[in-house]
């Protein structure tokens, strides 16, 4: 994307970026920071937040796999079991997948990438933030006193009725959460609409702005749905009224319909901003134009348009009629039509490109692969057939991980080293970094590849103890799960090493020609002197562009 904008007064060198005023050093002091309404330092402390959580809900899935290191249970008692699994997915699904790319990496992107000085409403931006942490201190409270048994997706009548456990807490911090993720989406849809620069058509814009615009939707339209269901658990939890205990009147499938119209349609929250990351990543360290430019960007209104009547895919085996199955079935296979079209245009991006392996490509290369996997396996798990033999199987696991973790995390990875730059104005570590992408990609494989074939072999899910002929293929899931969690563990000790002591960046250390590297590292409070005006579509690059890149790259050899 060329652009015409202001820069500062003096020279782009890594040592005068430092010395102009930016967003860290505007100000400081803690006040500065937990009354800011700069997005920039909302998403730093955004990462500070999800990090957090992530590495809490990485520990549960550690014990996890350790108690399922032997047959026995005999690490912890099943009481216990049911809690730690239950944290685990509740802590990773609504205070980690779902907010992670949207509220990091989009809090910071999204104004720099359509010329904006901040996000439409800044003060509601502050304000997400704080209903984000106050949901999490409900959850952590239950985690601390306890914690709750019922599975992330708290069925009924178990959760209304039958569950000793902190339920109440626990799903007050979702619902709270929930507020927070809506005033996020809010910020966005109205900053993409009315704040673009001069010449910024729809049609000029980024992937990736496309897919958090899209994700935006599914937020406004969903996230009110969950926050009634859960409402209503606490309501019949408190009260007694029949809503989804059929011994009081009411119908616990009516709570799995309620649950999953918001829940799969979480996935593409989950997934969709994402993908944006991955044809930003693919479209620059290909050097080529992405191809077939708007139908990506079509494809991410179509999955979140479809994304809403895939849900009942979950009831197959939940008394739902066959008719009713059969057209969730076909539903499901439909979505993966828009999804596949991504991962073809992106291949196709990549045909006869000039590639650079550069650590956030190698991310980027290990989310086609994974993803591709996962949604694969979803097309199967779509199936009748085959849903009916493999569900609340392990399968189903490692399908939800592969699309999740192997999706989700390698984009929000990919998307933390190819902008850390910008954020921080450092370089990192490319050995290190390299080092971690082969051993988050090899160890994920490791963890959940084995899950497939357990599923398949009738290993159920959630169980604390199995047979002794499944321990070899939980054996090489638990030794996975650790070379994994090593792979996670680098990127906090290389990335919190930057800031102190790495090579100062420059302002364009990938020699990128979108919008947001067309400003400072770090970027000024302001982001832009004065406001940019576009002349041209996205990831266009000219000779002279490619030649330029491959001479900044040479920064991270």
């Known amino acids: ?42 998403a730093i402390l955004y990462l ?70 901040d996000l439409a409403m ?49 799903a007050l911090g979702i619902f709270i959460t929930g507020f927070s993720t809506i ?43 969950i926050a009634i269901t859960i409402l209503l658990v606490g309501i019949e939890r408190g009260f007694h009224i029949g809503i989804f205990d059929p011994r009081l ?32 990543l693919v479209g620059h360290f290909a050097r080529k134009k992405v191809f077939g430019y708007r139908i990506v960007a079509f494809a991410s209104v179509a999955i979140a348009v479809l994304g809403f009547l895939v849900w009942g895919h979950h009831l197959f085996v939940a008394g739902e009629s066959v ?7 076909v539903l499901s296979m439909l979505v993966a039509v828009p999804s596949a079209v991504k991962v073809f245009n992106w291949t196709a991006t990549l045909y006869e490109g000039s590639i650079s392996y550069q650590t956030p490509m190698l991310y980027a290369l290990g989310f086609i692969g994974l993803f591709t996997i996962g949604g694969l396996t979803g097309v199967m798990v779509a199936t009748l057939g085959i849903d009916v033999h493999v569900h609340d199987t392990y399968f189903v696991v490692a399908h939800f991980h592969y699309v999740m973790v192997g999706g ?30 082969l051993l988050v990609f090899v160890g994920f494989n490791l963890t959940f590849f084995p899950q497939f074939i357990l599923g398949y072999l009738g290993m ?25 969690g090593v792979g996670y563990l680098l990127p906090i000790c290389y990335f919190g090493w930057s800031l102190r002591y790495g090579a100062k960046s420059g302002n364009n250390p990938w020699g990128a020609v979108s919008l947001e590297w067309d400003t400072p590292s770090p970027p000024p409070t302001e982001n832009f002197y004065t406001t940019p005006v576009v002349t041209h579509g996205p990831y266009e690059y000219l000779a002279e562009d490619v030649h330029n890149r491959l001479t900044q790259e040479a920064n991270f050899e």
């Open 408 to 437: 989700t995390i390698m984009a929000y990875l990919g998307g933390l080293h190819y902008w850390w730059p910008k954020m921080t104005g450092r370089l990192y570590s490319t050995f290190l970094s390299r080092l971690s992408a």
């Open 183 to 225: 005033f996020t989406a809010l910020n966005f849809i109205i900053t993409i609409h009315r704040m673009r620069a001069p010449g910024l058509s729809w049609f000029r814009l980024p992937l990736f702005i496309w897919s958090t615009y899209a994700t935006s939707l599914i937020i406004m339209l969903g996230t009110p749905v």
């Open 460 to 484: 159920p899910r959630r169980y604390w103890s199995y047979p002794p002929e499944f321990q070899v293929l939980n054996v090489l899931s638990t030794a996975g799960a650790t070379v994994l």
């Open 122 to 170: 800044p003060r509601l931006n502050l304000a997400s933030w704080y209903v984000y942490n106050l949901g999490g201190l409900f959850t952590l409270w239950a985690v601390v006193h306890g914690g709750v048994d019922t599975g992330w997706t708290f069925y009924t009548p178990f959760s209304t009725t039958y569950s000793n456990t902190y339920v109440i807490p626990t």
């Open 48 to 117: 500070i937040s999800v990090t957090a959580f992530f590495a809490l809900g990485g520990i549960f899935a550690g014990l996890v796999r350790l108690e399922l290191l032997t047959p026995e249970g005999d690490l912890m008692g099943p009481d216990t079991y049911n809690r730690v699994f239950t944290m685990h997915g509740v802590i990773m699904v609504f205070f980690f997948l779902i907010p992670a790319i949207p509220a990091v990496l989009g809090n910071f992107l999204v104004p720099l990438m359509v010329g904006a000085k």
């Open 249 to 280: 009147g009411g119908d616990p499938v009516l709570f799995e319909h309620m649950f999953w119209f918001y829940s799969h349609p979480a996935v593409y929250i989950m997934i969709l901003p994402a993908m944006g990351v991955v044809s930003e």
């Open 1 to 42: 994307m060329d652009t015409i904008a202001a820069r500062a007064p003096v020279t782009t060198t890594a040592e005068t970026s430092f010395e102009r005023p930016n967003y860290l050093n505007s100000s400081y002091g803690w006040k500065s920071w937990l009354l800011t309404l700069d997005h920039k330092r909302i």
């Open 323 to 329: 008719y009713s199955a059969t057209v969730f079935s």
